[in-house]
């Protein structure tokens, strides 16, 4: 495995980590077979999981405290996030002071820590003025209740530039990560929030590296879905969203380029991911522990030029810049 820093902090976390995003613990075989995954990332060096307290309403944080409890601290790197309704009440959701200290506090009870090591604004708040949370996360930066903090993709450009605007103003400690969706099919921050992001030196840890299972290469155009599989299941169906022909055929095309490089389609997927250095960690959704073992296989896979030209090509992304005259 190998590590990267975390934007231009001293933290370093594994190419390849594990998020709890899609963590299915419904049953006691099931809860098995991920505690046996995250078990066995641990063993093969991912130091880095993710979670969110809005993850199976606060279970899927009491899960991975309780495996992680059995590990060193300092070896890992743990994250939570903040911002999805946890009651009913007015005051339970956002972004607010009040509720990303008591959300904090809650999610600490669940995981079973003293403090988290990256803590994430899950969305952005239009009901918060953004000095509130800036200063209430660099707040608890000082209390060593996190370590550090990021935000989401949903953030954008604009409000990025705002908040390190906001954050020199007031001395505030550092923005250090983002976590946005990023992968093949969808390179929306190429456009602007890569580029701020290597300005100022913010890490980014991409969720949903796979396209939720599209860059697998499970899907076949014009056959079945494979049984068990996301699209069979999700309830939201992003995944289905996803599954065009034109993307189908896509991929197609990418597991050639894979086969001819002698890895899988994950692997081929990941490591175009990770060959962006302001790139700290993809984080991966692994169900079962074969999943995760052809995902960690991507760290430190290097994608010749040639074939990256290639898979270039195929992905036919122009990034958007409006020209005057």
């Known amino acids: ?43 093969n060096g991912v130091n880095f999981f993710d979670c969110a307290d809005a993850y199976s309403g606060g279970e899927a944080e009491k899960f991975l405290g309780r495996v992680l409890k059995d590990y ?3 070896s890992l790197v743990v ?26 506090d809650r999610s600490l009870k669940n995981m079973q820590m003293d403090y988290l090591d990256l803590y994430y604004c899950h969305r952005y708040d239009e009901s918060t003025p953004m000095e509130e949370t800036l200063r209430t996360l660099s707040g608890l930066v000082d209390q060593g209740k996190i370590l550090y903090y990021g935000v989401s993709e949903e953030w954008g450009g604009a409000r990025l530039e705002e908040a390190q605007r906001i954050i020199s103003d007031y001395r505030l ?14 390179r929306y ?3 602007e929030i890569m580029g701020i992001c290597e300005k100022y030196g913010i890490g980014i840890t991409p969720f949903s590296p796979l396209a939720q299972g599209l860059l697998t290469g499970k899907y076949k155009k014009n056959q079945p879905y494979p049984e068990g599989s996301r ?16 993307n189908l055929n896509k991929v197609e095309a990418l597991e050639k380029i894979a086969d001819e490089l002698g890895v899988t389609m994950s692997v081929l997927a990941l490591s175009w991911i990770l060959r962006k250095d302001i790139v700290s960690s993809v984080i991966t959704g692994a169900s079962k522990k074969t999943q995760l073992e052809s995902n960690l ?13 290639e898979i270039e090509k195929i992905l036919d992304f122009t990034r958007f810049e409006r020209h005057v005259g």
Request: no cysteine; aromatic share 6%.
């Open 72 to 74: 060193r601290r300092s």
């Open 297 to 309: 296989a991507a760290s430190g896979f290097v994608i010749p030029a040639n074939a990256l030209a």
């Open 1 to 43: 495995m190998k590590y990267r820093n975390v934007g231009k902090s001293g933290l370093k976390v594994s190419e390849i980590a594990v998020g709890s995003w899609m963590t299915d613990l419904a049953g006691t075989d099931k809860v098995q077979t991920a505690e046996e995954t995250i078990r066995y990332a641990y063993e």
């Open 79 to 104: 994250s939570s996030k903040v911002y999805f309704p946890t009651g009913d009440k007015a005051n339970e959701r956002g972004l607010s002071r009040k509720h990303i200290i008591e959300n904090l």
């Open 189 to 191: 921050i190429e456009h």
């Open 231 to 246: 699209a069979t299941h999700q309830a939201d169906k992003q995944i289905n969203n996803l599954l065009t022909d034109e």
């Open 173 to 186: 400690h550092p923005m250090t990560v983002i976590q946005p969706q990023y992968h093949m099919m969808d």
